[in-house]
């Protein structure tokens, strides 16, 4: 009699494999966890330095608020994507409260 399929030992080497192949990745990505972070919160602030600008042409030049911003609808959020908040100085540059 020839059944085919997997014996117990066969299995128990490709989990394994599967378990060193997670234990190698799982520390690089969360190693790069923050400096992806601070790259969306980058890419966040150029978008929302491009609101500021917008908000001066639609209003002779006033400089906004963070939250005006918001309320006025030319951004989704007052925080980066990694929850740092921003804010916009009176000289109408926009960085993150430390």
């Known amino acids: 009699m020839n059944q085919k399929g997997f014996t117990l030992i066969e299995m128990m080497i490709v989990l ?25 919160c980058d890419a966040y602030m150029n978008m929302v330095q491009a609101q500021v600008e917008a908000y001066k042409m639609d209003n002779e030049n006033t400089i906004p608020s963070i939250l005006k911003l918001e309320t006025s609808g030319y951004i989704p959020k007052t925080n980066c994507p990694n929850g740092d908040e921003l804010l916009v100085d009176v000289d109408g540059t926009v960085r993150v409260i430390e």
């Not at 394994?16 to 969306?40: D, E």
């Open 16 to 40: 394994m494999v599967i378990s060193v192949l997670i234990m190698i990745t799982i520390p690089n990505v969360t190693k790069h966890q923050a400096v992806i972070g601070k790259k969306g």
